[in-house]
């Protein structure tokens, strides 16, 4: 403490900067711990502390000098080598990507993030051939983004709506005002003006919104809604519904496919309408945030929400799907072999089998791309923080250049015709156990069909 005014002041800020990361205020926790570090106080916490910051914040590629700085100050944290790898990746270095990888599995940490660890060690070798696939498109970065963050384009009656950090109300995580939801005129394909609030209905001041989707007819709008700080009955990010009648939209409404307790966001609707889909970290998924569908029926009430499998999902995140007017699905994932952080996918069946393949560049880069939509077969946005933009997330206009290539001419994702349904006969075999799973002798027990009973038995020697 020779070197700072006050020991006591100096753990002070420490503690002010230690109370703002565990509130998940990692900007703030930054600009706190910052001076702190930069004079040596607690290198390994203080540096620790302002890694995962910028790490739970969006900003991987900038934590990895203060992980390498924590550990040369003695930090003994396990999972270090494995956010260095994917800072490393963050930034390109996949070569650094490979040792850190190598050493954290050394490390024997637990089964799901050795799995993931082994599966992107593997991956790490198909970069070079990524690397060689070009997508078929030129690329503009639309004029009208701002040093702000815009992503997330729809259309809507020829205007763009986009999720944009125009709020008032500072966001604590990443020191960006709030998102919500803005409608920008169109001047021509790349470029957008009058950015206005999409309606006043929607908008809350102190809470992210974004990523709207909406129905064929334009009259049903699903957005995610969250991240707002505070103690609010749901902690995280949900999905809400909002219906247009007589030109305006209602209130939202929080939509019963939400699980509370998780993050369920970046909704899209499938170009017939009748299918929602959207990513979730709910239990009994891939791992990460898994990419769900859900059927609405003709009065607008949706159905149990299905995970749409492990060729689509994987132990990372896949999120922003899309799906195209022929059928195929567009999403974003870290969890598939890529360049960088979210790169875009197109998911689409061959013969039976559904495919996965990467879009190549320069539609992906190091950066993150996410947020594809199509305009048509071969223009549409797509959404990157990649390196020349003109704030945090930009949006990009791409336009095909007419080439042959199979993520423009794949087949649809959508399910085969269905069959003339059959009677199916199945058979139940239950066992009655205790605690321990050791069959229970001679229970008796009933059988109820529509709460009638219609046959009464016993159980044998060992349950069955």
């Known amino acids: 403490c020779l070197l700072l005014a006050s020991c006591n002041g100096v753990e002070q800020v420490y503690k002010k900067g230690q109370s703002h990361f565990e509130k998940g205020e ?177 908008f809350q001041a102190n809470s992210n919104e974004g ?26 990010v949900d999905l809400y519904l909002s219906r247009k009648e007589n030109g305006q939209w209602s209130n939202p409404e929080y939509l019963s496919i939400s699980d509370s307790l998780s993050w369920d966001g970046s909704p899209a609707f499938s170009s017939d309408g009748k299918t929602l889909y959207f990513a979730s970290n709910r239990r009994g998924g891939k791992g990460g945030l898994d990419l769900y569908r859900v059927n609405m029926d003709n009065s607008g009430r949706f159905g149990r929400a299905i995970n749409m499998g492990s060729t689509i999902n994987t132990p990372g995140d896949e999120l922003f799907p899309f799906v195209s007017e022929d059928g195929k699905l567009y999403f974003s994932s870290n969890g598939h072999a890529g360049l960088g952080g979210l790169d875009i996918f197109v998911a689409s069946r061959n013969g039976n089998e559904i495919e996965v393949e990467h879009l190549g560049s320069p539609m992906n880069s190091i950066s993150d791309d996410f947020g594809l939509i199509m305009t048509d077969e071969k223009h549409g946005y797509f959404s990157s923080n990649r390196e020349g933009g003109k704030g945090d997330d930009d949006i990009y206009y791409f336009t095909g250049k007419g080439i042959e290539d199979r993520w423009w001419t ?35 027990y009933r059988i109820r069909k529509n709460g009638e009973t219609i046959g009464t038995s016993n159980a044998d020697k060992n349950g069955n």
Request: aromatic residues 8%; positive net charge; charged residues 25%.
């Open 26 to 202: 990692y900007e703030l926790a930054i600009l706190t711990l910052k001076p702190l570090a930069e004079k040596g106080f607690e290198p390994s916490e203080t540096n620790f502390l302002i890694a995962e910051s910028f790490r739970l914040s969006n900003r991987i590629q900038l934590s990895g000098s203060y992980y390498q700085k924590s550990k040369l100050a003695g930090n003994t944290e396990k999972l270090i080598p494995y956010h260095l790898a994917y800072a490393a990746k963050a930034n390109g270095n996949y070569e650094e990507e490979r040792v850190q990888l190598k050493a954290f599995i050394a490390s024997k940490p637990n089964k799901n993030l050795r799995l993931r660890s082994e599966i992107e060690l593997e991956q790490l070798d198909k970069i070079a051939e990524l690397s060689k696939i070009k997508s078929p498109v030129d690329l503009e970065n639309i004029e009208g983004n701002t040093s702000g963050s815009e992503f997330a384009p729809r259309l809507l009656d020829g205007d763009l709506i986009i999720s944009s950090s125009k709020k008032t109300e500072l966001y604590k995580n990443n020191g960006l005002p709030m998102l919500g939801i803005y409608r920008a005129k169109l001047k021509s394909p790349a470029s957008i003006s009058n950015i206005d609030l999409f309606s006043n209905t929607i």
């Open 211 to 236: 990523t709207p989707a909406f129905s064929k007819d334009g009259n049903l709008m699903v957005f995610a809604r969250g991240n707002t700080g505070k103690k609010d009955l749901s902690p995280d």
């Open 410 to 444: 794949s087949e649809s994702i959508k399910e085969p015709e269905a069959q003339e349904a059959k009677i199916v006969h199945y058979y139940l075999k239950p066992q009655f156990v205790d605690t321990k799973g050791k069959g229970l002798a001679n229970v008796k």
